[in-house]
């Protein structure tokens, strides 16, 4: 950290969870407590480090200087050097980068604590400490907070590790086409310094010592070729095409990418909509080749999919098989919220950084999953409704084709005026009866077939009647956790 950067970080930030301001505190063991209860709190936060700056006042923030020296200092007892005894006693091992400044004529020290690759909460001398506010407190008197250091090291915090260690800013202009990123960003490509700085705020590289580490975060959506990534080139997307409606048909097309997703993501939909089949329509005397799915909705589907796996589930990639009847659509993991309520919840991602980041490049929704897209088009394409199948680890989606009503299945025409009936709520309309017939494109005298599905869904408990007081004719319906008239 240059000089600037640190008088930066001092008149812009207050003491928090993650840093903290000391004058000349030289208490080892009060020193090696905060350091666990910085560090706990960047892992609560998913953040990488802490830091601990000496010779600076904590209210004021008034450069006062320090004459504190790690590298000089002994342990409490005995001749162990302090750094040694700061390394044997916290615990995970975590890295310390000690810097010494000159600012207004002063020495400052900065310790920044880097908790990168940390997978337990830390401990000093077999305690833990948290940050409460500004104040140092024993982690045991706050199980939530620990509870949320745990969940930090799942999937989300896979995305600060790191991918590649120690390369310059010339290897990261090899291993990641920084061109796209720059374009994305509107930044020069020619201006190095601007790119690092950019690569740096968004979580791509982290600073080491002189040199950088490349985030899976950064490897994972810009890298060039994956295979210079060995924990991440099996993480990609795979897509497979059979010839015919199961996996015992012979695979015509099978390919694993090997690009970063936000560089490769267009072409993964151009592939898979190349694999789709076509339908002809003819209009006015001419020939229209049509998808028989709507590209909306593999687009949202597979972003969907990207965005919201478990990484830390091994030996799984998200995937796309593409059968003559249907697509599938999977990812590892399981969803953070229940499947069914997928249109209406706001989205829970595992993945912040990375949603952040697909969502800065306009890849998914800034303000949903982008199911009402996917059940919309759809319904517009006269499909039945997505068939959502949370099993064992993973999570599959699956379209199928065309199909009139009276060829679906009870299932999906449960699942389609499901669907349908989320779509309305969230619109503030319901759906009854005429609605459903003109869904499915049917007629009036098709109205016992609809009331008979009606029923059918009401008994799979997928929906309910919006005002049951209203006769028969005039009743609609919302989805069974939708608010009826009683209960407004």
Known sequence: MTNDELLTLINRHDESEILDYKENMKDKKQIGEYISALGNSALMLHLSAAYLIWGVKDISKEIVGTNIKPYLEKAPKGNMPFITYLEQYLDPKINLYWEEHIIEEKRILLLKIDVTHVNRPIKFLGQGFIRVGTSKKSLAEYPEKERLIWKSFESTFFES???KNDVTANDIFELLDLKLFSDLMDISYFDTELVIKSLLDKHLIVDSGNNYNITNLGAYTF????????????????????????????????????????????????????????????????????????????????????????????????????????????????????????????????????????????????????????????????????????????????????????????????????????????????ISNKSLRDRFKLSSRDSSLISKAISNAIQANLIKPYDSNLGKKFMKYIPYWGVDVFNR
């Open 161 to 163: 590790q790191i991918a």
């Open 223 to 430: 890298a060039k070729n994956m295979d210079n990534f060995p924990t991440l080139h099996k993480r990609t997307i795979r897509i497979t095409k059979y010839n015919g409606n199961n996996k015992i048909d012979n695979a015509i097309f099978d390919e694993q990418g090997k690009l970063g997703i936000i560089i490769s993501f267009n072409n993964i939909i151009k592939n898979i909509t190349r694999l789709i089949p076509y339908k002809e329509e003819y209009s006015a005397g001419s020939r229209k080749d049509i998808l028989e799915f709507p590209q909306i909705a593999i687009r949202e589907l597979v972003a969907n999919a990207l965005v919201h796996q478990d990484f830390t589930i091994t030996g799984m990639y998200p995937s796309v098989e593409i059968f003559d009847n249907r697509i599938v659509i999977t990812n590892p993991g399981i969803p953070l919220i229940e499947a069914d309520r997928f249109l209406d919840f706001p989205p829970i991602s595992r993945n912040k950084d990375l949603s952040e980041l697909m969502q800065l490049f306009n890849i998914v929704e800034a303000r949903g999953t982008g199911i009402d897209k996917v059940v919309e088009a759809l319904e517009r394409n006269e499909l039945p409704a997505l068939d959502i199948k949370v099993q064992g680890i993973s999570t599959s989606i699956t379209l199928r084709k065309k199909k009139k009503f009276t060829d679906m299945t009870v299932t999906e025409r449960n699942q389609s005026i499901y669907w349908n009936a989320c779509l309305k709520y969230v619109e503030d309309e319901q």
